[in-house]
């Protein structure tokens, strides 16, 4: 396995990630990161979910979102609003291009993967990107926040994951995995939460990838 600290810029925006990339890669998984907790690229969670990628022949690039502040200011009662959605978007476009321009990632299919607040991120750039984008996972995510227009016009394999803590982030993944008009999954984990949860997430988002990456191409020549 190779790590290396990048720097992607774009326009006036540099932000910084780690490329992790195992030895015969069968494809890429760009993480979004959202607000508050979400926005840790180098935290614990995000390491951990990125191992069980690397395990499974899938490199990884996670970078720093951390700029942006829900709903535009650092207090713990702001909310995570349309306009923080399309930013951190922005941003993770930005950071999809870099991929497909790098030698090392250039030719591999791509996959997005969102948890908690970022996965309305993922679904945005994916309702932007589609032709780009080979596959998608979220997990516990705020899918809905995306908004209905972005949820239709998603045309990439969606698997939307769902841990059973809270019973209102599940219903609302149901009526958002209704929206959807493209090839998706629906998946419940029993798990109560924590590392468990997440390794079972990252199992099943492995799974995912796996499958959409065989025969897809980048579109990028």
């Known amino acids: 396995m190779q790590e290396q600290f990048v720097s992607i810029t774009a326009d006036e925006l540099q932000m910084d990630g ?19 907790a979400d926005s840790d690229y180098l935290g614990a969670s995000s390491h951990a979910t990125s191992q069980d990628f690397l395990r499974a022949g899938i490199g990884t690039l ?17 909310y995570f609003v349309r306009s923080d959605i399309v930013l951190l978007a922005r941003q993770l476009e930005k950071a999809l291009g870099w991929l497909q321009v790098d030698p090392s990632t250039r030719r591999l299919p791509c ?7 970022s996965a309305a991120v993922v679904m945005q750039l994916a309702a932007w990107r589609s032709a780009e984008i080979a596959a ?35 219903g609302l993944n149901r009526m958002a995995f209704a929206t959807l008009r493209c090839d998706k999954q629906l998946e419940q984990i029993a798990a109560p939460g924590g ?3 997440r390794h079972q ?5 492995t799974d995912w990838y796996t499958r959409h990456f065989s025969g897809h191409t980048s579109t990028v020549q």
Request: proline content about 7%; overall charge negative; charged content about 20%.
């Open 18 to 36: 780690v490329l992790e990339m195992p030895e015969r890669p069968v494809g890429i998984v760009l993480f979004a990161h959202g607000a508050g």
């Open 62 to 78: 996670r970078f720093d979102q951390g700029g942006v502040e829900p709903g535009g200011g650092s207090d713990s009662h702001t």
């Open 111 to 117: 996959g997005l993967y969102g948890y908690g607040t």
């Open 136 to 170: 998608l996972a979220v997990c516990d995510g705020q899918v809905e926040m995306a908004g209905k227009a972005a949820l239709e016009n998603v045309r990439v394999p969606s698997l939307l994951i769902v841990g059973g803590r809270d019973p209102d982030v599940a």
């Open 195 to 197: 590392p468990d949860t």
């Open 201 to 205: 997430a990252a199992l099943l988002a």
